[in-house]
């Protein structure tokens, strides 16, 4: 049974810093390209981030760039994001999600597995 369990999230305040885990268990994690999501509060799951299986590739959405950062260590099955400088508006429930394909994907729809979210509150 396939399994993705967030951890580190947290409150906040505007301009610091929280680094999210991910870990995984159930899979073959390298065979998986990995993705940060998040959702806030009456809005759609967007994407956030995501990372190939080997951890060659990286994609952010606009709006984090420069501030986050995805990284993942396969020896311990685990995906993370480093978020810095955050913003108020960075507030939001935030999910990892597991992908096998061809290219790890900004698209929702494209993730297998799912983890059940930690909580981002970022106080201004």
């Known amino acids: 049974q396939v399994q993705l369990v967030e951890s580190g999230g947290g409150l906040v305040q505007a301009g610091g810093s929280l680094r999210l885990s991910c870990a995984a268990s159930g899979l073959t994690f390298s065979g998986y390209h990995m993705g940060w999501f998040r959702q806030a509060p009456g809005k759609e799951r967007e994407f956030v981030a995501a990372i190939s299986k080997l951890g060659g590739a990286k994609y952010y959405a606009d709006s984090v760039k420069g501030r986050f950062t995805v990284s993942r260590d396969n020896a311990k099955n685990t995906v993370y994001v480093q978020m810095n400088s955050l913003k108020p508006e960075d507030t939001a429930v935030y999910y990892c999600?597991?992908?096998?394909?061809?290219?790890?994907?900004?698209?929702?729809?494209?993730?297998?597995?799912w983890g059940q979210g930690t909580q981002v509150t970022v106080s201004s």
């Open positions: 999600a597991a992908q096998i394909g061809d290219w790890a994907s900004t698209q929702r729809l494209d993730y297998d597995y």
